[in-house]
């Protein structure tokens, strides 16, 4: 169906029933929430349970809800994705509406959600990467590891960006897990990639990829690695792939992984046993015969990326060897070069100011907040508010505080005077949930048929066709 044709049926319906269930008449207070990732999710679900007269509205950009979820876990990491199965629950309420393909600063501003509605909560996320300052980095092939993400989650708009896997050795900047993630991306099977809800894209390309060595370059030692220990346990046992420590970097902690407080010193025991040993005869068999390998090159900062013979593409990476004296790092003079033909940086995401006016800090990239609370009816919650930090589990709980101060300042509202919804300018483009559900029956019965979760739609237009059929 053509777009124009699609807009005008959205308009047909949304104009029948308003898009939203009818709900706006209560006398309770609104609260617009604009996001409708983990941050936001979480944030409804309090204010609808202590709150349950209040209207809540979840505005989000993309025609579908989820956020991180859908397109920050990795596929292969599908128990992590069950929260989604609460999210729906509270999506569902009576008192709560997901507006899709509505975008602050673009479909709305802050100024009609502040007129429409008594509290206004901002969990819209990060949607750019930090960058390191170094010399040759917007060489080809140097790129953010967030777009590798996208591109095996499916986020719209990044199937066909430009990314060559045709190296031995691919360098990852950055020690959290998203850095694993994208390791672990580049060195599983291709096989095993296919039982999840991988992209075909990216299928694609790691059928043509030559990738067998992934590095993991961290500016400090092993004391102050990010990743968390599931990831870091899939790593050492990923089929065919080896782990390549430096022991000389893990005979110093052994002694203190004993005073550790948990869950660090299961972290810190995993890997001085992955480095020094013993591992089990099974385990070594399988290092010993694996094709692949994966290395965490501690103690390194990236200096320099340097060209190969087009002038365009990175070919090294120069490395300088820091020294690290208890909570400082030093770097020294020594340096080292890898060989490589693509690096991806992984050193934090950092949210964008969606239009001028709204409160912003962009030296941190965060909306600055006391505790969640921006202003009088203005919230800030998850990585919008916090910076990127943590796993999931860290986003609820902040999701929840600041849903908390949300329905204690509302406390006092009986009779709102605020229209909500209602009071917004018309959006013709926007989706609601029943469109969700459309797209969501469409991708798991599409992969039912492959043995698969669900085989996702990757482009915007393909979406909002499925909902007008």
């Not at 807009?7 to 029933?17: A, E």
């Not at 590798?148 to 691919?170: C, F, H, K, R, W």
């Not at 370059?217 to 430096?246: A, C, D, Q, W, Y």
């Not at 890898?338 to 991806?344: A, D, F, N, Y």
């Amino acid at each position: 169906m053509k777009r124009a044709a699609f807009f005008s049926s959205l308009v047909r319906r949304n104009n029948f029933h308003h898009g939203v269930r009818q709900l706006s008449n209560l006398g309770g207070p609104k609260v617009a929430v604009v996001g409708a990732g983990p941050a936001g999710f979480y944030a409804a679900q309090i204010i609808a349970k202590n709150q349950p007269d209040s209207v809540i509205d979840i505005y989000e950009r993309l025609p579908v809800p989820f956020g991180l979820v859908r397109f920050g876990v990795a596929p292969d990491h599908q128990d992590v994705k069950k929260c989604i199965t609460t999210f729906t629950k509270t999506a569902e309420l009576p008192n709560v509406n997901f507006i899709g393909n509505t975008a602050l600063g673009r479909d709305i501003s802050l100024e009609d959600l502040r007129r429409c509605y008594d509290s206004v909560l901002l969990t819209y996320g990060a949607e750019e990467d930090r960058e390191l300052g170094v010399p040759g980095e917007h060489l080809k092939n140097v790129t953010a590891a967030r777009n590798i993400v996208s591109m095996y989650n499916g986020l719209p708009g990044y199937q066909d960006q430009e990314l060559n896997l045709d190296t031995e050795t691919a360098v990852v900047v950055g020690m959290g897990n998203v850095a694993i993630d994208v390791a672990r991306m580049l060195l599983t099977p291709i096989d095993t990639l296919r039982k999840f809800d991988t992209t075909e894209c990216w299928l694609e390309r790691r059928r043509h990829s030559r990738v067998k060595r992934v590095v993991l370059v961290g500016r400090r030692g092993p004391l102050n690695v990010s990743f968390t220990i599931k990831e870091l346990r899939e790593m050492t046992k990923l089929e065919g792939t080896r782990p390549i420590f430096h022991k000389q970097q893990y005979i110093p902690i052994k002694d203190m992984v004993a005073t550790m407080e948990r869950p660090k010193k299961r972290l810190m025991e995993l890997l001085v046993k992955t480095a020094l040993g013993p591992v089990d005869p099974k385990t070594a068999a399988g290092w010993a015969e694996a094709q692949n390998e994966w290395e965490l090159k501690l103690l390194r900062s990236p200096v320099e990326f340097l060209a190969g013979s087009d002038g365009k593409s990175v070919h090294q990476i120069k490395l300088a060897v820091n020294v690290q004296k208890g909570d400082s790092v030093e770097q020294t003079d020594e340096t080292e070069v890898i060989e490589t033909g693509l690096v991806l940086r992984s050193i934090g995401y950092k949210s964008i100011q969606a239009e001028q006016g709204l409160p912003f800090d962009p030296k941190r990239g965060v909306v600055p907040n006391t505790d969640g609370r921006v202003e009088s009816g203005l919230y800030a919650a998850g990585w919008l508010g916090t910076g990127p930090r943590g796993v999931i589990i860290d986003t609820m709980n902040t999701a929840f505080k600041v849903g908390g101060k949300i329905v204690e300042d509302l406390s006092s509202i009986k009779d709102s005077k605020k229209p909500g919804l209602s009071g917004m300018p018309e959006l013709k483009h926007r989706t609601n949930w029943e469109d969700w559900l459309k797209i969501d029956k469409a991708e798991t019965v599409a992969g039912e048929l492959n043995g698969r979760p669900r085989e996702k739609m990757t482009s915007l237009q393909q979406m909002l066709d499925t909902i007008t059929k």
